[in-house]
């Protein structure tokens, strides 16, 4: 049962091609978030903002490699901290690069564990795929041992996620290596077209048993692109046709509701490019969803 939780905030807009998601943790704390999750009743720690270096080298194939690496190994160490005094980390983007220091801390404390990834990207590139170079199109990839390797060398070695424990929904911008890829890996994917079909409910039901049944429970991914930009506009790679925010609370309620989640992502909110903040007010909404919040 959770009951403490641990809210780090990722003030990292380098592996993305458009500035601006490092405010998106003050922003999603300005929606509410960390008030929402004190009514709830849980002991809840802030523990601010990673900052990253104000240079670093780049390459063309992984830009801002060294920015993104060293926050990456900032952000391990301190949910590595948290998940080892009982905690339940919620980590705060920024860009979806972060996630690589997240789940590598996560995969690393409980060795076997399942991801779900709700985005409308794969983030399934490697430097040698990725069309541009951004490393928030590579983290996935990343922690499933499918390079770059060094976004997740961080502890002894890392402890990589298994890919059939490894569930993408919503996806529907995936580039095309990018998907030839993830389908040679394994990787289970509900893009957009199957959850009209079948449902949210049918989908996320299946996403749960794949990524939690045989795991040590499920470490939760949330690119707020993943839903409708009508819905959430304030992000940086919008593309049209994404989840409603019903199906999307559908998810979160659901996994709530399995008790099988041991941290989570939100990530990829652009406040700069948000209207009044209600893309951050919906974040912090579904993330407090996500922990057990009802509607009745």
């Known amino acids: 049962m959770i009951s403490?939780?641990?809210?780090?905030?990722?003030?990292?807009?380098?592996?993305?091609?458009?500035?601006?998601?490092?405010?998106?943790?003050?922003?999603?704390?300005?929606?509410?978030l960390c008030e929402g999750l004190e009514r709830m009743g849980f002991d809840l720690r802030d523990l601010g903002d990673i900052m990253p270096p104000v240079t670093g080298a780049t390459r063309e194939d992984?830009?801002?490699?060294?920015?993104?690496?060293?926050?990456?190994?900032?952000?391990?160490?301190?949910?590595?901290?948290?998940?080892?005094?009982?905690?339940?980390?919620?980590?705060?983007?920024?860009?979806?690069?972060?996630?690589?220091?997240?789940?590598?801390?996560?995969?690393?404390?409980?060795?076997?564990?399942?991801?779900?990834?709700i985005d409308a990207h794969g983030d399934w590139n490697s430097e040698e795929t990725s069309p541009s170079g951004n490393?928030?199109?590579?983290?996935?990839?990343?922690?499933?041992?499918?390079?770059?390797?060094?976004?997740?060398?961080?502890?002894?070695?890392?402890?990589?996620?298994?890919?059939?424990?490894?569930?993408?929904?919503?996806?529907?911008?995936?580039?095309?290596?990018e998907r030839t890829r993830m389908?040679?890996?394994?990787?289970?994917?509900?893009?957009?077209?199957v959850i009209d079909k079948v449902g949210m409910g049918e989908v996320i039901r299946r996403a749960i048993q794949i990524a939690g049944d045989g795991t040590?429970?499920?470490?939760?991914?949330?690119?707020?692109?993943?839903?409708?930009?009508?819905?959430a506009p304030g992000t940086g790679t919008v593309v049209h046709s994404g989840l409603t925010v019903r199906e999307a609370f559908l998810a979160v309620e659901t996994l709530a509701e399995s008790q099988k989640l041991v941290a989570m992502d939100m990530v990829e909110v652009n406040?700069?490019?948000?209207?009044?903040?209600?893309?951050?007010?919906?974040?912090?909404?579904l993330i407090q969803a996500a922990l057990g919040k009802t509607v009745f």
């Open 183 to 193: 389908r040679q890996a394994g990787v289970t994917v509900f893009p957009i077209n």
């Open 62 to 117: 992984m830009r801002n490699y060294e920015q993104v690496i060293d926050v990456d190994r900032r952000l391990y160490h301190i949910v590595t901290e948290s998940l080892d005094q009982g905690r339940f980390p919620i980590v705060l983007g920024g860009d979806h690069s972060i996630a690589a220091g997240s789940i590598a801390a996560v995969s690393a404390h409980y060795k076997k564990i399942g991801v779900i990834w």
């Open 4 to 32: 403490k939780l641990d809210i780090v905030g990722v003030q990292m807009d380098l592996g993305a091609s458009k500035r601006g998601v490092s405010m998106g943790p003050m922003a999603i704390r300005y929606g509410g």
């Open 135 to 177: 490393m928030h199109g590579m983290p996935f990839s990343a922690v499933c041992g499918h390079g770059p390797d060094c976004m997740v060398q961080f502890g002894p070695e890392p402890v990589f996620v298994d890919v059939e424990h490894c569930v993408q929904i919503g996806g529907r911008a995936i580039d095309e290596e």
């Open 271 to 285: 406040p700069i490019l948000d209207e009044r903040n209600k893309t951050a007010i919906l974040a912090s909404e």
């Open 216 to 231: 040590e429970g499920i470490h939760l991914s949330f690119d707020i692109d993943a839903i409708d930009p009508q819905s």
